[in-house]
């Protein structure tokens, strides 16, 4: 085999960042990346960012941009025609990285920054709010079939450092969705969704496997135990109808590669001929550096870059709502709706509290507080309040006009919960919309929030529960 030239080399790589770019652009990502606060999105743009840096020198200039930009073409245009058509782009990148999808399954990084371990033990809280009824043990499920957080094993070592601090439960941390099941869960009060994605519990090979395991829990529920979800539980078992993954777990070969291509498609092509031209790559790359050289320097740091690419490819509104429907209803409607949109971390939100009398919230004391996070908000028609209680949500009336302009596929309601219960069955469910950015486990009322919360599903800590809307 012959030895790739540089330029060969630069080119691979850059299309290597580029396809994980459009992946996590498009709420795809490939296991295993990491990154703080960013669920592993800073590390693929640093990836990209030093691909582009052909000089080494720490800077991003235009040039080296328009130039990494320009040798990609040539690549992808193999036959000289002087155009790409989408085909061919997706050609070009599944050539030059294999799909994601074609590594094999996903290996999940199963172990917390010491550093982030630390922060979150200085505020760690002491006390629970109730005492338990009798000895509590929780299962906590860190399986994520579409994006992978960074910030799952951290959230498993809260819930576990929480129970051992407190007195309040006993914790067992799995990765295996086979957990769940009618003879194991026997053993455990509640089950905590720790940013689950995608068809978290199904077994694509086995279909009675499957089934199996979506009955366990909600009898597990339905029967008088406890359900808690944090962040991703919610971008959980939603897409397209027909589907094995969800709206936000695109990938493979055909899937992000394809939906990456078409971006730079719509972007790059102007005339709206089904084709770019090298010039419109070109002015394509001039456009990508001037929004994300907002200082305008003429050069952009690695940070900076990481810091605004995500803004580049704006997650793409569905064609229409048969484009995230529910695809499992009964746990849709029992966890409290599914994701539609994020603002991306580290967005600023003011969270008001709905409810400050109850128990879960008076670690408020009925103040708002401010958050950098991704924030969620759900889809019109799976969230209500008349199917929760809400605890707290979003201050939109503290929201810029430029920040209320990202999202798509806005809420008619003007409804963004953040946190909420809700009776299912016999059991009962707890869930808290942040979580996505280690730094959130560093705050103190969350934390207590949390704890809160968990004592409510585990039935404990007794609280209003009747919907918001009756």
Same mark, same amino acid.
């Given at each position: 085999?012959?030895?790739?030239?540089?330029?060969?080399?630069?080119?691979?790589?850059?299309?290597?960042?580029?396809?994980?770019?459009?992946?996590?652009?498009?709420?795809?990502?490939?296991?295993?990346?990491?990154?703080?606060?960013?669920?592993?999105?800073?590390?693929?743009?640093?990836?990209?960012?030093?691909?582009?840096?052909?000089?080494?020198?720490?800077?991003?200039?235009?040039?080296?941009?328009?130039?990494?930009?320009?040798?990609?073409?040539?690549?992808?245009?193999?036959?000289?025609?002087?155009?790409?058509?989408?085909?061919?782009?997706?050609?070009?990148?599944?050539?030059?990285?294999?799909?994601?999808?074609?590594?094999?399954?996903?290996?999940?990084?199963?172990?917390?920054?010491?550093?982030?371990?630390?922060?979150?033990?200085?505020?760690?809280?002491?006390?629970?709010?109730?005492?338990?009824?009798?000895?509590?043990?929780?299962?906590?499920?860190?399986?994520?079939?579409?994006?992978?957080?960074?910030?799952?094993?951290?959230?498993?070592?809260?819930?576990?450092?929480?129970?051992?601090?407190?007195?309040?439960?006993?914790?067992?941390?799995?990765?295996? /969705? &086979?957990?769940?099941?009618? #003879?194991?869960?026997?053993?455990?009060?509640?089950? *905590?969704?720790?940013?689950?994605? =995608?068809? %978290?519990?199904?077994?694509?090979?086995?279909?009675?496997?499957?089934?199996?395991?979506?009955?366990?829990?909600?009898?597990?529920?339905?029967?008088?135990?406890?359900?808690?979800?944090?962040?991703?539980?919610?971008?959980?078992?939603?897409?397209?109808?027909?589907?094995?993954?969800?709206?936000?777990?695109?990938?493979?070969?055909?899937?992000?590669?394809?939906?990456?291509?078409?971006?730079?498609?719509?972007?790059?092509?102007?005339?709206?001929?089904?084709?770019?031209?090298?010039?419109?790559?070109?002015?394509?790359?001039?456009?990508?550096?001037?929004?994300?050289?907002?200082?305008?320097?003429?050069?952009?740091?690695?940070?900076?870059?990481?810091?605004?690419?995500?803004?580049?490819?704006?997650? /793409? &509104?569905?064609?229409?709502? #048969?484009?995230?429907?529910?695809?499992?209803?009964? *746990?849709?409607?029992?966890?409290? =709706?599914? %994701?539609?949109?994020?603002?991306?971390?580290?967005?600023?939100?003011?969270?008001?509290?709905?409810?400050?009398?109850?128990?879960?919230?008076?670690?408020?004391?009925?103040?708002?507080?401010?958050?950098?996070?991704?924030?969620?908000?759900?889809?019109?028609?799976?969230?209500?309040?008349?199917?929760?209680?809400?605890?707290?949500?979003?201050?939109?009336?503290?929201?810029?006009?430029?920040?209320?302009?990202?999202?798509?596929?806005?809420?008619?309601?003007?409804?963004?919960?953040?946190?909420?219960?809700?009776?299912?069955?016999?059991?009962?469910?707890?869930?808290?919309?942040?979580?996505?950015?280690?730094?959130?486990?560093?705050?103190?009322?969350?934390?207590?929030?949390?704890?809160?919360?968990?004592?409510?599903?585990?039935?404990?800590?007794?609280?209003?529960?009747?919907?918001?809307?009756?």
């Amino acid at each position: 085999m012959k030895p790739r030239s540089s330029a060969a080399a630069v080119l691979a790589v850059a299309c290597v960042s580029l396809v994980s770019i459009g992946v996590i652009a498009l709420e795809a990502q490939r296991a295993g990346q990491s990154g703080r606060g960013g669920g592993g999105r800073g590390g693929v743009a640093g990836a990209l960012f030093t691909a582009m840096d052909t000089n080494k020198d720490g800077w991003l200039t235009r040039d080296e941009m328009k130039a990494s930009f320009d040798l990609w073409f040539t690549q992808g245009d193999s036959a000289r025609s002087g155009t790409l058509t989408e085909a061919q782009l997706v050609a070009a990148l599944d050539g030059a990285m294999p799909a994601p999808a074609s590594r094999g399954p996903q290996v999940q990084n199963r172990v917390p920054k010491q550093s982030d371990v630390d922060a979150m033990m200085a505020v760690l809280p002491a006390t629970a709010p109730a005492k338990p009824k009798r000895p509590r043990k929780v299962l906590v499920l860190c399986k994520a079939q579409g994006y992978v957080h960074s910030s799952i094993p951290l959230a498993a070592k809260m819930v576990e450092a929480l129970g051992t601090k407190t007195s309040a439960w006993s914790t067992v941390i799995t990765y295996d /969705p &086979a957990d769940i099941n009618t #003879q194991n869960l026997k053993q455990y009060d509640l089950i *905590f969704l720790d940013s689950t994605t =995608g068809l %978290f519990l199904d077994d694509p090979n086995d279909a009675a496997a499957t089934a199996a395991r979506r009955k366990a829990l909600l009898d597990f529920v339905r029967g008088g135990k406890g359900l808690a979800g944090i962040h991703a539980a919610t971008d959980s078992y939603h897409g397209v109808p027909g589907t094995t993954v969800s709206a936000s777990t695109a990938g493979g070969r055909g899937g992000a590669n394809a939906l990456l291509a078409t971006q730079i498609m719509e972007q790059a092509d102007t005339n709206h001929t089904g084709k770019i031209s090298r010039q419109q790559l070109d002015g394509l790359a001039g456009k990508w550096f001037d929004a994300l050289d907002t200082d305008k320097a003429g050069k952009l740091s690695e940070a900076d870059f990481a810091r605004h690419f995500a803004s580049l490819m704006p997650r /793409p &509104a569905p064609p229409g709502p #048969q484009a995230n429907e529910p695809l499992w209803p009964e *746990f849709n409607h029992m966890i409290g =709706g599914y %994701f539609k949109f994020h603002w991306v971390y580290p967005q600023l939100i003011t969270v008001k509290i709905d409810d400050p009398n109850s128990p879960l919230t008076a670690m408020f004391h009925g103040q708002e507080y401010q958050i950098h996070d991704e924030t969620y908000t759900f889809a019109q028609d799976s969230f209500s309040r008349k199917n929760v209680h809400v605890l707290t949500s979003i201050d939109y009336s503290k929201m810029s006009d430029a920040d209320k302009a990202k999202e798509t596929n806005k809420r008619t309601d003007g409804d963004y919960a953040l946190s909420y219960i809700r009776r299912e069955g016999k059991g009962r469910v707890f869930y808290e919309a942040h979580g996505h950015s280690e730094t959130v486990y560093a705050i103190g009322p969350f934390l207590e929030h949390m704890l809160a919360g968990i004592q409510y599903a585990l039935g404990d800590l007794k609280a209003d529960d009747s919907p918001s809307e009756k």
